[in-house]
């Protein structure tokens, strides 16, 4: 079992920048990916960024792509979010998660098999 924190959240202007982190325990990190998904009021949670264990794959939303960036520090046990240019419809909960079964299809929930509390996003226009 993994256990997930996340942290990083907070209120920013459109256009400006925010990172989360996620710090995982339990289980040697650099076994598994790690992703980010984000819930927004009222909507299903959806796909964000994922990391493959080595860093060497990343992989992102159409929404997010070219805006944010997904890292990890296998050293730290700690994967990012590097968010930039944000928009007000980028408001929502923030959610990092671990796939400790080696999924290949890392765009959807069901790959994931260990979940963060979430932190929240919120973007004024």
């Known amino acids: 079992q993994v256990q997930l924190v996340e942290s990083g959240g907070g209120l920013v202007q459109a256009g400006g920048s925010l990172r989360l982190s996620c710090a995982a325990s339990?289980?040697?990190?650099?076994?598994?990916?790690m992703g980010w998904f984000r819930q927004a009021p009222g909507k299903e949670r959806e796909f964000v960024a994922a990391?493959?264990?080595?860093?060497?794959?990343?992989y992102y939303a159409d929404s997010v792509k070219g805006r944010f960036t997904i890292s990890r520090d296998n050293a730290k046990n700690t994967v990012y979010l590097q968010m930039n240019s944000l928009k007000p419809e980028d408001t929502a909960v923030y959610y990092c998660a671990a796939d400790t079964r080696s999924s290949w299809y890392l765009h959807t929930e069901s790959s994931f098999d260990s979940w963060g509390q979430g932190t929240q996003v919120t973007v004024s226009s």
């Open positions: 339990g289980r040697t990190f650099s076994s598994y990916a």
């Open positions: 990391i493959r264990w080595s860093g060497a794959n990343t």
